[in-house]
C-alpha cells in the first residue's frame, strides 16, 4: 500500500489561507490523490481528490506536484469550522480494492 | 436526515460480551464499509460489502468479528467475546460505486471494561 507522509500539526489563524503539504514519493501512476477531513467528534467526510492536474472545488483546492511525489491541499480562507484532522489518501484505480488507507493525518488549529 | 446513521451511538460492555451494531447507508448506495478508529489514530479498514456481497476483510478482522449485509440495504457488525483491546470507534461508510467518494456515518464509541 503506497504511503503518505504528512506533519502532525499545522496552525492558523482565521480567514488566513492554509497549506497542507502531503509527501507520496512512492505514488504509482495508478494512484488518485484524496483529501478526507475529520471534525471533533464526526466521521471523516471527502474533501477533494485529483490524478495529476490542480483540482479546486467549493471546499478547497488540491494543488499537484508536476511530478506527483507530492501535494497540497489549500484551504483558501480558514475558518474555525475548518479545525480538523485533515488525511491526505492514495487510491488506487483498477486494482480489485476499495478501501481507504488513512495515515495519521495533519491536526489543524484555527485561532480567531 | 438522508445521511449514513449508525447505532448506537456509545456502546459499554463488559470483557466476554457480545455486541453488534447496526450501519444505514445513504439509500441505494451499494457499497458499505467498516473501519475502526483508536485514539489519535486514523481510521483502519476493516471489511467492505457490494450490495449483499462481502468482498473484501482485513486481516484485522479476527474470527470474533462478523459482518453481514444480508439484504444489500443496512449492515451489522458483530464482536463475540469481546475484549478491552476492541475499545475503539466504529465507523461506517457507504458509497454509490467502486471508487467514488466515502461517506462515514458517526460512529459507534464502544467501550469494553
Known amino acids: 500500500d503506497a504511503k503518505t507522509t504528512q506533519p502532525n500539526s499545522m496552525e492558523s489563524n482565521e480567514e488566513e489561507p492554509v497549506h497542507l503539504p502531503c509527501n507520496h514519493s512512492t505514488i504509482s501512476g495508478t494512484d488518485y490523490i484524496h483529501w478526507y477531513r475529520q471534525l471533533p467528534s464526526q466521521g471523516p467526510e471527502y474533501v477533494i481528490h485529483g490524478l495529476t492536474s490542480n483540482v479546486n472545488n467549493r471546499m478547497a483546492s488540491l494543488a499537484i506536484a508536476e511530478d506527483r511525489k507530492s501535494s497540497t491541499l489549500i484551504l483558501h480562507r480558514a475558518t474555525l469550522r475548518d479545525a480538523a484532522v485533515y488525511y491526505c489518501?492514495?487510491?488506487?484505480?483498477?486494482?480489485?480494492?476499495?478501501?481507504?488507507?488513512f495515515g495519521t493525518g495533519t491536526r489543524l488549529q484555527v485561532f480567531p | 436526515d438522508t445521511g449514513v446513521s449508525q447505532d448506537p451511538r456509545h456502546k459499554i460492555t463488559k470483557r466476554g460480551q457480545n455486541v453488534t451494531f447496526r450501519c444505514d447507508p445513504i439509500?441505494?448506495?451499494?457499497?458499505l464499509y467498516w473501519y475502526r478508529q483508536t485514539l489519535g489514530q486514523g481510521p483502519e479498514f476493516l471489511t467492505y460489502?457490494?450490495?449483499?456481497?462481502?468482498?473484501?476483510k482485513s486481516r484485522l478482522l479476527s474470527d470474533r468479528f462478523s459482518a453481514e449485509r444480508p439484504k444489500g440495504s443496512f449492515s451489522t457488525l458483530e464482536i463475540q467475546r469481546t475484549e478491552q483491546g476492541d475499545s475503539a470507534m466504529y465507523l461506517c461508510?457507504?458509497?454509490?460505486?467502486?471508487?467514488?467518494?466515502?461517506?462515514f456515518g458517526p460512529g459507534t464509541r464502544l467501550t469494553v471494561l
Open positions: 489518501i492514495l487510491r488506487p484505480f483498477g486494482l480489485n480494492t476499495d478501501k481507504l488507507i
Open positions: 460489502f457490494q450490495n449483499e456481497a462481502q468482498l473484501e
Open positions: 461508510a457507504s458509497s454509490p460505486t467502486r471508487g467514488n467518494e466515502q461517506f
Open positions: 439509500s441505494e448506495h451499494n457499497r
